[in-house]
């Protein structure tokens, strides 16, 4: 079976970038581009990376009307990127739309509940209930939607399996046993996510600000 691990590569410069690539190559199954990185390397950022011949994921959260979308989507076709995600939030349409604009050999998952928030969190901007309950309903949208996954948290990544069992799943949020939680509040362990259904755990500060960032990715894949 394939590297499930995908290092968030959120490092502002590009040669730091491709050095952490460069040492943990070995230890993981791809690399993900966020906007921080995006933002400030764009497309040659994307092709520096993809030298390194491991698949990428590119993380620009899409959010905005269906046309504004669809034309971000086409942009980022010649970059072939594996993995594209786009915030489920933003409605059927634009879900459909950003999918039928994406390349044959892109996956399109969308983002449900951030891993950063919690029920209380949610409650301040609006949402009633637990993210729980709003992952499920996201999670069916996005299945609704012909899209080919969601990106949820560890903690429901059981749940949504059940429903959609065919659906690609990238899990972020993910601490080794011991390690700082950061700015993440509904985080679990790698093992747990893969063991609950995970196709894709993303993984970032526990690997790219290790002592030894080698070291660090090679234990988290001895664990799984
Ligand atoms: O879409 C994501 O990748 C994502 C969604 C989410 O709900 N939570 C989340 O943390 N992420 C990303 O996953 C990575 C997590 O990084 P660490 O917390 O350093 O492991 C970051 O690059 C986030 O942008």
């Known amino acids: 079976m394939s590297n499930p691990i995908y290092l968030a590569m959120d490092v502002p410069e590009l040669d730091r970038a491709v050095a952490l690539a460069n040492a943990v190559k070995g230890h993981i199954g791809g690399i993900k581009l966020g906007l921080e990185f995006f933002c400030a390397h764009g497309h040659h950022g994307v ?11 590119l993380d620009l959260k ?4 269906p046309n504004t979308v669809a034309s971000a989507m086409q942009a980022i076709h010649v970059l072939e990127p594996a993995i594209v995600t786009v915030h489920a939030s933003g409605g059927r349409a634009m879900l459909e739309d950003a999918k039928a604009a994406a390349g044959a050999n892109t996956k399109v998952v969308a983002v449900t ?14 949402y009633q209930g637990q993210a729980h309950d709003q992952v499920m309903r996201l999670a069916e949208l996005a299945e609704r939607a012909g899209v080919d996954g969601i990106v949820c948290s560890g903690q429901e990544v ?3 399996h059940q429903q959609w069992k065919r659906g690609f ?6 601490r080794p046993a011991g390690s700082e939680m950061g700015d993440q509040k509904r985080a679990v362990t790698p093992r747990q996510a893969r063991d609950d259904g995970a196709s ?3 993984i970032g500060r526990p690997i790219s600000r290790a002592d030894d960032p080698a070291a660090a990715a090679r234990a988290i ?3 799984l």
């Open 62 to 65: 899409l959010h905005d009307i």
């Open 158 to 160: 059981k749940a949504v």
């Open 113 to 126: 509940v951030l891993t950063s928030l919690d029920d209380n969190d949610l409650g301040q901007i609006g």
């Open 200 to 202: 894709v755990l993303v």
């Open 221 to 223: 894949e001895g664990t």
């Open 47 to 57: 092709h520096e990376l993809a030298h390194i011949g491991l698949p990428i994921f």
């Open 169 to 174: 799943f990238v899990v972020p949020g993910l």
